[in-house]
């Protein structure tokens, strides 16, 4: 079976830009979360969604936003791009939180380099 | 708010010894615990989770973890290292019963000499 893709792999974006990422979740699985990994640090939460509804948002501007669609596949969308944006952005499905099961299936990752 | 440490950067152990990696926690109420192993240029992978029951946690690739109530710890152990365990591992929690914000801690290099 497949696991979680992502693409791109790699994107340089230029500061002030908009950057659409993009998530597949195992199939199977309902629910997404996309997580921030800057170099030497651990992921940090941005946004679960399930069945299509954010579940779960942390700590991030508004120039962060998401959505899932009804394929289960994920964007995030970052708008106004600054220099601290530059990180690897992983997507992570898990099959049902209503059913307690939270391990999260990490896909590759997309490093996202702004200039 | 919550919050996770793992106390080393680093942990270097030869091949064949017992490996330890500590995680200590911060949490309001019961936490949902996990270890999950990163190797180079990849994602993050699972190892093992703690909700509720025995607190001695098996996982993946012959790791365990044990939860510690009272020290609010669930560090990661391997009874015997293989080099290939050298990676990136990452502890994480999130309060059970709450809405899914999970705080990971910063990772400890594992690096298991020949």
């Known amino acids: 079976d497949a696991g979680v893709t992502q693409s791109p792999t790699h994107l340089i974006k230029t500061r002030g830009q908009h950057v659409t990422l993009r998530c597949s979740p195992i199939s199977g699985h309902k629910s997404v979360s996309w997580y921030q990994q800057v170099l030497g640090q651990g992921p940090q939460f941005i946004f679960q969604y399930y069945e299509k509804e954010e579940r779960g948002r942390g700590n991030f501007p508004d120039r962060f936003s998401a959505r899932q669609f009804p394929n289960y596949s994920s964007e995030l969308n970052v708008n106004a791009l600054l220099l601290g944006d530059s990180a690897l952005y992983l997507c992570?499905?898990?099959?049902?939180?209503?059913?307690?099961?939270?391990?999260?299936?990490f896909g590759p990752g997309t490093r996202l380099t702004v200039t | 708010a919550q919050s996770v440490a793992q106390p080393e950067d680093q942990v270097n152990v030869a091949e064949g010894n017992p490996l330890t990696v500590k995680c200590t926690y911060s949490?309001?109420?019961?936490?949902?615990l996990f270890w999950y192993v990163q190797y180079p240029n990849r994602g993050l992978q699972f190892l093992l989770k703690y909700i509720t029951g025995d607190n001695l946690v098996k996982g993946s690739y012959g790791f365990e973890a044990e939860f510690n109530k009272s020290q609010t710890s669930f560090h990661l152990k391997k009874p015997s290292a293989l080099v290939s365990d050298s990676a990136l591992y990452f502890c994480?929690?999130?309060?059970?019963?709450?809405?899914?914000?999970?705080?990971f801690g910063r990772g400890t290099s594992l690096i298991v000499h020949p």
């Open positions: 994480a929690v999130w309060r059970l019963g709450g809405s899914y914000i999970p705080t």
């Open positions: 949490v309001s109420g019961n936490p949902y």
């Open positions: 992570a499905s898990s099959p049902s939180p209503a059913q307690g099961s939270y391990e999260q299936y």
